[in-house]
């Protein structure tokens, strides 16, 4: 989180404001480079009204399936 709530974060993306809503949008938009589909922020904006915090949801999206498949598609480049 604090990558994206950096001064460069903040000057790229907006800053993180206190609302689920916008704020898991922006870890959307940050972490996948992509906008939140509608079941998928529902779910973690439900998540977070059940207490979960915002770092978790970071913590969740950073260890997704989406995101290790970028890992692993990085990993398997060949430049040859």
Same mark, same amino acid.
């Given at each position: 989180l ?5 001064e460069? *974060?903040? +000057?790229l993306? $907006?800053?993180f404001? $206190?609302?689920?809503? !916008?704020?898991?949008?922006? %870890?959307?938009?940050?972490i996948?480079?992509?906008? @939140?589909?509608?079941? @998928? +922020?529902? =779910?973690w %904006? ?5 207490? %979960?915090? %915002? *770092?978790?949801?970071a913590? =969740?999206?950073?260890? +997704?399936?989406?995101?290790? $498949? !970028? ?7 060949? =430049? +040859?």
């Amino acid at each position: 989180l604090r990558m994206i709530d950096s001064e460069e *974060g903040r +000057s790229l993306h $907006g800053a993180f404001n $206190g609302d689920a809503a !916008h704020d898991i949008e922006m %870890l959307y938009e940050c972490i996948f480079s992509r906008p @939140g589909e509608a079941a @998928g +922020s529902a =779910f973690w %904006l439900a998540a977070m009204d059940d207490g %979960l915090t %915002l *770092g978790k949801v970071a913590d =969740f999206f950073v260890h +997704s399936t989406e995101m290790v $498949g !970028h890992n692993v598609a990085a990993l398997n480049w060949s =430049f +040859s």
